[in-house]
Structures are given as structure tokens and as C-alpha cells.
């Protein structure tokens, strides 16, 4: 069993920047990648960044690479997703994730086994 725990959500102008984090927990922890997707309204959610415990290794949708950052404290067990030149678009419920699986199926909502509650994010034009 894994537990996540969101927070840093909340409002900010576009342009504007966020750090989210997760903390996580659970006996099987390191077998998992840690990702976050997002949801918004009206729309499915999508991958959004993922990241490895063990060496970092990291991978991040088309849309928010060069502006999204992922990384991990593993003494604290807590993932971050910086997130910086936000835009009204990037408006969503931004949900942690643990992953199971390689890299390259990382974006399927099908690799997730443990969701966090979600925090909202939202980008005022």
C-alpha cells in the first residue's frame, strides 16, 4: 500500500510560478516512479512529469517541458513539480501518482496504482 499527500496548489497569474509536492509513504514505495498528472475541467486527465527514486531519471509531456520540473528528496520520500510560466491553460487538478512499469508506458493512466487526493491549480489571464 502506498499513501500520497498533494499540496502547494492555488491561484496565481499567468506567468507565475508554483511548486507542488507530494509526500509519500508505504512499504513498497521504491518500487514505484512517481508522477503527476492533471485533470481539467471537461477534459481526461493527462500526464503531466514522472521520476525515478532510485537515479532521477525523469520524463515530461510536450507541453510543459522547458517550463515544469520534476524532483524528489528521497530522505523526505517527497516529490516536487516545479512548475514556472504557468499559463491559464495549465488550469487543472494536479494528481500524484505511483507508477509501475517502464519509462515509455509512463503517460498511461493504466501504469498508475496509487493516486494521491489531488490539489487544484488555477492561472488567472
Known amino acids: 500500500q502506498v499513501q500520497l499527500v498533494e499540496s502547494g496548489g492555488g491561484l496565481v497569474q499567468a506567468g507565475g510560478s508554483l511548486r507542488l509536492s507530494c509526500a509519500a509513504s508505504?512499504?513498497?514505495?521504491?518500487?514505484?516512479?512517481m508522477g503527476w498528472f492533471r485533470q481539467a475541467p471537461g477534459k481526461e486527465r493527462e500526464f503531466v512529469a514522472a521520476?525515478?527514486?532510485?537515479?532521477?531519471?525523469?520524463r515530461s509531456a510536450d507541453s510543459v517541458k522547458g517550463r515544469f520540473t520534476i524532483s524528489r528528496d528521497n530522505a523526505k520520500n517527497t516529490v516536487y513539480l516545479q512548475m514556472n510560466s504557468l499559463k491559464p491553460e495549465d488550469t487543472a487538478v494536479y494528481y500524484c501518482?505511483?507508477?509501475?512499469?517502464?519509462?515509455?508506458?509512463?503517460?498511461?493512466?493504466?501504469?498508475?496504482?496509487?493516486w494521491g487526493q489531488g490539489t487544484q491549480v488555477t492561472v488567472s489571464s
Open positions: 508505504g512499504r513498497t514505495l521504491r518500487s514505484y516512479a
Open positions: 501518482a505511483a507508477l509501475r512499469g517502464l519509462p515509455n508506458f509512463w503517460h498511461r493512466l493504466t501504469s498508475v496504482d496509487y
Open positions: 521520476i525515478t527514486w532510485s537515479v532521477g531519471n525523469t
